[in-house]
């Protein structure tokens, strides 16, 4: 079971339309959430829409994130958001490597880069790592371990424990197939070996865990059982309903 107090990330992705939607989902899910319910819960809707969302929930009851940030503080970037841009909105954590964005050309030197700016700014970086496949050969492994190499390279102790793992196979994302739970400890604890042998043991235990990919309120809890830290929830994410189940799937009994 996971020591660290559960999160709940929901990814909206390129959803929904509006800002009057926006709005109406993050009042319908903070409605169903209790109080002093001991989970963090967070919502990373696009951009136009964050400044609504943070109003919203001026005591953090709600967290909001970005999907994305990028690497450069200031200066001629065309389209680019930063993260003292982000910070100065009240955003608290920030997705960076999701394997849509991986998919688009962002490279691991890239996502460093976006971890370094978001810690600058003393955002949490919500950084997936994931295979696209399994074919058996256990070369998923191998992919993971490069990508949280890669991660941790630049990275002090320190600055690690700071951060979040979103462990989210691609076969899994939007597809339905979630990834086991027997997959998701052993992956679970193959990355908090890597980084005890990278780091040391303390460091390995604080870094938060998470897992994404087709997470939905009849699989959450068994995925919880399997030792993770929470989730970062794309589809389900999007119906008050369905979101506010997987929350109450992480809670303890
Ligand atoms: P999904 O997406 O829950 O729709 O599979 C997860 C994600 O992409 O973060």
């Not at 005591?59 to 001629?76: C, H, P």
Request: hydrophobic share 45%; with cysteine.
């Amino acid at each position: 079971m996971s020591t660290h107090k559960p999160l709940v990330i929901g990814n909206w992705k390129l959803n929904p339309g509006t800002a009057a939607e926006a709005k109406a989902l993050c009042i319908a899910i903070r409605k169903k959430l209790k109080k002093d319910a001991p989970v963090t819960v967070v919502v990373a809707p696009p951009f136009p829409y964050i400044a609504d969302l943070t109003r919203l929930s001026p005591t953090g009851r709600i967290m909001v994130a970005a999907q994305d940030v990028f690497s450069e503080d200031s200066g001629a970037f065309t389209g680019e958001v930063s993260a003292g841009m982000l910070a100065s909105l009240g955003v608290t954590q920030v997705i960076i490597g999701h394997s849509e964005r991986r998919a688009m050309g962002e490279t691991d030197a890239q996502v460093a880069a976006k971890v370094a700016a978001a810690l600058r700014r003393k955002l949490t970086p919500v950084v997936c790592v994931g295979e696209t496949v399994r074919d058996g050969s256990g070369s998923h492994f191998g992919v993971v371990e490069a990508q949280v190499r890669a991660l941790a390279a630049g990275l002090t102790a320190r600055a690690l424990a700071a951060i979040v793992i979103a462990y989210e196979p691609i076969w899994a994302i939007g597809t339905g197939k979630n990834a086991t739970p027997e997959d998701v400890e052993e992956m679970h604890l193959f990355i908090r070996t890597l980084l005890t042998k990278l780091y040391d043991r303390a460091t390995g235990k604080r870094v938060r865990i998470i897992y994404g990919g087709s997470v939905k309120p009849e699989n959450a809890a068994a995925l919880h059982g399997a030792g993770m830290d929470g989730f970062l929830v794309g589809g389900a994410s999007l119906s008050a309903e369905s979101f506010n189940k997987i929350i109450l799937a992480v809670l303890p009994a």
